[in-house]
């Protein structure tokens, strides 16, 4: 069965600085790992995606994940936060087959002016 | 704007009370999915349908069901509602494929009183 874990329930950081929300995942097969975005009363944006080839995905508004293989990790960087990043942020992860996107708990991300 | 729509945004009901929510996907998209959204739960996958068949079923009580219709357009009916159905209920759609994102909807936020 496919499952996610994220550990923090909430990032802080400050405007400017890097930031990091973690991911790991279990999975059957290969993994299809995502992540989306999803702001107050709104539904989930998608941000970027890896299916293959070179582990450091590139997304929407400047993030970007690096897949580690070895440590079943997806985790989501950003070189600068900005104060609109803060919102609830979830890893997801679907196999081989027809998709079912398994999704983790989110982590509430705050960027502080 | 993904392009899924689903409409009620909002919804209140009583207990006991069958609702219908309605998603239509993005034009081309083939995939629908169901998930549910509460603050204990978090992100639920409930079913997928492919094409008008049913493909995968995850979490989804006796008291709900769903359907895709020949034009694609889905509908999650939910029955006997109680208090604790109450939760955001998304839908999202996707083209056939490995590792392909979904993209969902603004969500149906329902209240049973």
């Known amino acids: 069965a496919q499952s996610v874990a994220q550990p923090e329930d909430q990032v802080n950081v400050a405007e400017g600085n890097p930031l990091t929300v973690k991911c790991t995942y279990s999975?059957?097969?290969?993994?299809?790992l995502f992540w989306y975005v999803q702001y107050p009363n709104r539904g989930l944006q998608f941000l970027l995606k890896?299916?293959?080839?070179?582990?450091l995905v590139k997304g929407s508004y400047g993030f970007e994940a690096e897949f580690n293989k070895s440590q079943t990790s997806f985790h989501l960087k950003k070189p600068s936060a900005l104060v609109s990043d803060s919102a609830l942020y979830f890893c997801?992860?679907?196999?081989?087959?027809?998709?079912?996107?398994?999704f983790g708990t989110g982590t509430r991300l705050l960027v502080s002016p | 704007d993904s392009g899924v729509t689903q409409t009620p945004k909002h919804l209140i009901t009583a207990t006991g009370q069958r609702v219908t929510l309605r998603c239509s996907p993005r034009?081309?998209?083939?995939?629908v999915y169901w998930y549910q959204q509460s603050l204990d739960q978090g992100l639920q996958f409930l079913i997928q349908?492919?094409?008008?068949?049913?493909?995968a079923k995850g979490n989804i009580l006796e008291r709900f069901s769903a359907q895709q219709f020949p034009d694609l357009h889905s509908e999650l009916n939910l029955s006997s509602l109680e208090l604790g159905d109450s939760a955001l209920y998304f839908c999202?759609?996707?083209?056939?494929?490995?590792?392909?994102?979904?993209?969902f909807g603004q969500g149906t936020r329902l209240t049973v009183v």
């Open positions: 999975v059957s097969g290969n993994p299809y």
């Open positions: 997801a992860v679907s196999s081989t087959g027809f998709q079912k996107l398994v």
């Open positions: 999202a759609s996707s083209v056939l494929g490995q590792g392909t994102e979904a993209f």
């Open positions: 349908y492919y094409n008008g068949e049913e493909r």
């Open positions: 034009s081309g998209d083939l995939s």
């Open positions: 890896y299916i293959t080839g070179d582990n």
